[in-house]
C-alpha cells in the first residue's frame, strides 16, 4: 500500500536532548513538508522540500532542522534549541505540482518530560 | 500573507441533519483547495480538492465548493452520521512553492 508512515508514534524528551522524528514515503512524491499542531490549532509549516538535497524553512523553523538525502525520507530534528517542542507533528507529501492533492502520515506526539 | 478562517470553531448537531462548513481566504491566487478530515490524535485524511478552476467536488454525502472571487470554499454534508463527528480542516495551496496555508478546523459533534 502507498502512503507516507511517520515514527514513533509516540516520542518523550528530555530537557536538552535533541531527536528524531522520521518521515517516509513511497508515493514516489517530489515534495514534502513538515508542520506542527498544537491543540484546537491549525497547521504550521516548519520546514518543505521540493526536491532532494533541497529544502526551505517554513513559518516556524527555529529550532528545528531536516534533511533530504533520499526522495522517499525526510526526517525532523527537534534540537535543544526549540523551547516549547510538545506538540503534535505532522508529515505531509504531495507531487510538487500545482494541482496536487496532499497526503498526511498519522504523527508523531512528542512530549518532553 | 495568505491567511484562511473556519468558522464555527465548534458545531453540534443532530444526527441526520444537513450541514455546511465555511473556509474563507484572504488571497485569491490559490491553485486549489483541500478539505481535510482529522480524527483525534490522527492525521489528516484528504476528502475533497477543488482546483482553482473548478466550482466544487462531490464524494458521496460530501460536497464542497469554491468561490475565488469571494475568498470562500463550503463543505456541505448531508444526513450526517455520528461517524462523521471529527475536525475538519481546509487549506488553500497558495502559489508560492506549493506551500498551503490551514485553517485552524471546524471540530463537529454529531448526536445519534
Known amino acids: 500500500d502507498g502512503g507516507i508512515t511517520q515514527s514513533p508514534k509516540y516520542l518523550f524528551r528530555k530537557e536538552g536532548q535533541n531527536v528524531t522524528l522520521s518521515c517516509e514515503q513511497n508515493?514516489?512524491?517530489?515534495?514534502m513538508y513538515w508542520y506542527r499542531q498544537d491543540p484546537g490549532q491549525g497547521l504550521r509549516l516548519i520546514y518543505y522540500?521540493?526536491?532532494?538535497?533541497?529544502?526551505q524553512k517554513g513559518d516556524i523553523a527555529e529550532g528545528y532542522s531536516v534533511s533530504r538525502e533520499k526522495k522517499e525520507s525526510f526526517p525532523l530534528t527537534v534540537t535543544s534549541a526549540q523551547k516549547n517542542p510538545t506538540a503534535f507533528y505532522l508529515c505531509?507529501?504531495?507531487?510538487?505540482?500545482?494541482?496536487?492533492?496532499?497526503?498526511f502520515g498519522q504523527g508523531t506526539r512528542l512530549t518532553v518530560v | 500573507k495568505q491567511e484562511v478562517t473556519q468558522i464555527p470553531a465548534a458545531l453540534s448537531v443532530p444526527e441526520g441533519e444537513n450541514l455546511v462548513l465555511n473556509c474563507s481566504f484572504t488571497?485569491?491566487?490559490?491553485?486549489?483547495l483541500q478539505w481535510f478530515r482529522q480524527d483525534p490524535g490522527k492525521g489528516l485524511t484528504s476528502l475533497l480538492l477543488?482546483?482553482?478552476?473548478?466550482r466544487e467536488q462531490t464524494s458521496g454525502r460530501l460536497n464542497a465548493s469554491l468561490d475565488k472571487s469571494s475568498g470562500r470554499s463550503t463543505l456541505y454534508i448531508a444526513a450526517s452520521q455520528p461517524g462523521d463527528s471529527a475536525t475538519y480542516l481546509c487549506?488553500?495551496?497558495?502559489?508560492?512553492?506549493?506551500?498551503?496555508?490551514f485553517g485552524d478546523g471546524t471540530t463537529l459533534t454529531v448526536k445519534p
Open positions: 522540500s521540493q526536491i532532494v538535497n533541497d529544502f
Open positions: 487549506a488553500g495551496l497558495n502559489t508560492n512553492a506549493g506551500k498551503s496555508t
Open positions: 477543488i482546483q482553482s478552476s473548478q
Open positions: 505531509a507529501s504531495n507531487t510538487g505540482e500545482r494541482n496536487t492533492e496532499a497526503f
Open positions: 488571497d485569491s491566487a490559490i491553485y486549489n
Open positions: 508515493l514516489n512524491h517530489d515534495a
